[in-house]
């Protein structure tokens, strides 16, 4: 029993969380940029929504605010990164550190309990007769598939186009005219107004928001991201990447329930994620050398000069076309 009601929860949170990682995607994917700016904009969309909540504003537009905050922090990036030409990963923690005291001065403390204030999860536990945990996972259930449907058409549009372009190729896509500094801000301001969003989000859910909340959210992001694409890999187009990176980020709450249900201490969580994104991230590479390996056993078949195997003792063996 207590495992089940784990891995409810551990749903409910991973799809909230899904939202994050749907930001961190774009920006780690699409934008090939690392942006450290999310764990502190994940508090800072907490921080938002938590105070205004307060103060007695609705708490769906409050949600609507906590965006546009947190498309300003990636603004504050964007434009270190573009205008001053602050290397993008020191901007982005420059605004990071800077967001820890910004969000100390929205809430006035480390700290606003949301206990006994209207959020989005009242509605259903109030209509529907529900629990916080089932109530969280309607609400990302409908947040995720509006998220991913924008986002899809979002970029199959010129604009949505000339931003992923500058990801894959920014020497060209300025070659043919387009603003890749431009198209840098806009990506993120659009990936920190989604983790803004998450964080919002998962502060209603929890009851609470906190200054440390955003504490490890890149790497949570990096863990959801890699999951889903080695577990559900990558095929049908854009629109179902984008929903093997939601699905990657409730497995890794299931993942994460699992093992505190088997003893971990809760403390040892980012040491456990850390552990997982490396076994990850050594997937592909891996796979992609024994595929060489295997290539190359075959006589007949020529390697590419990209594919370069290596050998035991550290020597590389290449075949010309």
């Not at 508090?43 to 546009?68: C, D, E, K, Q, R």
């Not at 990506?187 to 964080?199: D, E, H, Y």
């Not at 889903?228 to 049908?236: A, S, T």
């Not at 552990?275 to 190359?296: D, G």
């Amino acid at each position: 029993m207590g495992l089940f009601l784990a891995m409810q929860g551990a749903v409910s949170q991973g799809i909230l969380w899904g939202i994050m990682t749907l930001g961190v995607y774009l920006t780690f994917r699409i934008l090939d940029i690392a942006d450290l700016t999310v764990d502190g904009s994940f508090a800072t969309g907490g921080a938002v929504t938590g105070v205004l909540i307060v103060h007695g504003m609705n708490p769906m537009l409050s949600l609507l605010i906590a965006f546009l905050v947190g498309m300003l922090t990636g603004l504050a990036t964007g434009l270190m990164h573009t205008k001053i030409r602050i290397h993008v990963l020191l901007a982005s923690i420059l605004t990071m550190i800077a967001l820890y005291s910004i969000n100390i001065r929205i809430m006035g403390k480390a700290n606003t309990p949301l206990l006994g204030v209207k959020t989005v999860m009242s509605f259903f536990t109030e209509h529907f007769n529900v629990n916080t945990t089932m109530a969280s996972l309607f609400v990302g259930i409908i947040f995720v598939s509006v998220i991913v449907v924008l986002m899809y058409w979002f970029f199959g549009t010129e604009l949505g186009s000339a931003v992923r372009a500058t990801g894959n190729n920014e020497h060209m896509v300025r070659a043919l005219g387009v603003n890749t500094d431009t198209m840098k801000i806009l990506g993120l301001m659009i990936s920190n107004g989604l983790v803004a969003l998450s964080g919002a989000l998962v502060a209603q859910s929890q009851g609470y928001a906190d200054v440390g909340m955003g504490t490890g959210t890149i790497v949570i992001g990096l863990a959801s991201i890699i999951i889903g694409e080695v577990v559900l890999g990558k095929h049908f187009g854009f629109w179902y990447t984008l929903v093997s990176v939601v699905l990657g980020s409730i497995i890794y709450r299931i993942i994460i329930a699992i093992v505190l249900q088997l003893g971990l201490k809760s403390t040892d969580l980012k040491l456990f994620t850390a552990i997982i994104v490396a076994i990850a991230l050594s997937v592909p590479v891996l796979k992609e050398q024994a595929a060489r390996r295997r290539r190359s056993a075959i006589p007949g078949v020529l390697l590419t000069d990209a594919e370069t195997s290596v050998d035991e003792d550290g020597t590389h063996d290449v075949t010309q076309n």
